[in-house]
């Protein structure tokens, strides 16, 4: 069980310390322990809590009324109020909190009612993009376990499988071609994934290498096949000076290809970067830099 500061959970959750103050004072949404200085501290239960309550607060439940609901009938309410057409924040907390609980049941309701109300590619940007940009967080800060990730992580990599098989094979000899892989330290496959089906709907020839790629692996493929745009992620906890020299040593032999790189690490790098590498923020970006190309 992870133990959390009341700056944690504002950062996790989103709500605001003096909030959770006052949600914990006046309605006993929360209990922390605290030190003998006073100093609050928080627990897994906690956080669940307050992103349940979360949900429905934003869907203009009185938190007076929230408080009276005991932790099942929170459950049920939030499966009722949500909506999948104007909602995504409350639909990614969900997510988070069924792969915290490790709760299959209410993850594949939240996700199977997004895709049949927006579809599968909108429910893949607003929703299943941004909620593993979460759980990177969550990784980060020792929240969840690997065991909770996998489970999760598999049960979207069979669907993006499923919608990546139902694609069209590329047969267009000259579709550009797009290396997509993940540096050999690196094991968090779901952004790769996202961006392998995003290039195939777009008509690309896609070389999914997955995950912990050797470089000298990527030399050798760009011997027998010429690669218009290469992309990775970040997402494992490195130094930037790492991932510099990751990113020289890419560049020494692809020169001339364009280079995307994603993920937490890539967002927090303070570095100038090769001239022909460029940070991606995400699935939308990704999206339009891929139809810039083919138009």
């Not at 909620?131 to 049960?155: D, R, Y």
């Amino acid at each position: 069980m992870s133990n959390y500061s009341i700056k944690d959970l504002e950062r996790l959750t989103g709500i605001k310390a003096h909030t959770i103050r006052i949600w914990e004072k006046r309605y006993n949404i929360v209990e922390p322990d605290r030190s003998d200085s006073n100093i609050r501290s928080y627990c897994d239960r906690d956080l669940k809590k307050l992103m349940n309550v979360s949900i429905l607060n934003r869907t203009g439940l009185k938190i007076s009324t929230i408080s009276k609901l005991s932790n099942s009938q929170i459950n049920e309410k939030i499966i009722d109020v949500l909506d999948p057409e104007n909602d995504y924040q409350s639909q990614i907390e969900s997510l988070v909190v069924s792969m915290i609980e490790l709760n299959e049941v209410r993850f594949e309701h939240i996700l199977n009612q997004s895709i049949t109300k927006l579809g599968f590619e909108e429910t893949l940007f607003y929703v299943v993009y941004p909620f593993f940009e979460k759980v990177g967080m969550l990784w980060q800060t020792g929240t969840i376990c690997p065991a909770q990730e996998h489970f999760i992580s598999n049960l979207i990599r069979l669907k993006l499988s499923v919608a990546i098989d139902n694609l069209p094979m590329v047969s267009d000899p000259e579709a550009k071609r797009v290396f997509l892989f993940l540096p050999e330290w690196e094991l968090h496959e779901m952004g790769l994934l996202t961006y392998y089906y995003m290039a195939r709907k777009k008509g690309f020839k896609v070389f999914y290498l997955g995950q912990k790629v050797p470089m000298p692996d990527l030399f050798e493929l760009s011997d027998t096949v010429k690669a218009d745009l290469l992309a990775t992620f970040f997402v494992t906890g490195i130094t930037e000076n790492e991932i510099l020299n990751y990113l020289k040593g890419l560049c020494s032999h692809f020169s001339t290809q364009q280079i995307y790189i994603s993920g937490m690490q890539a967002a927090n790098l303070s570095i100038s970067l090769p001239v022909n590498v460029k940070y991606v923020q995400g699935a939308g970006e990704f999206k339009k830099l891929l139809e810039k190309m083919t138009s």
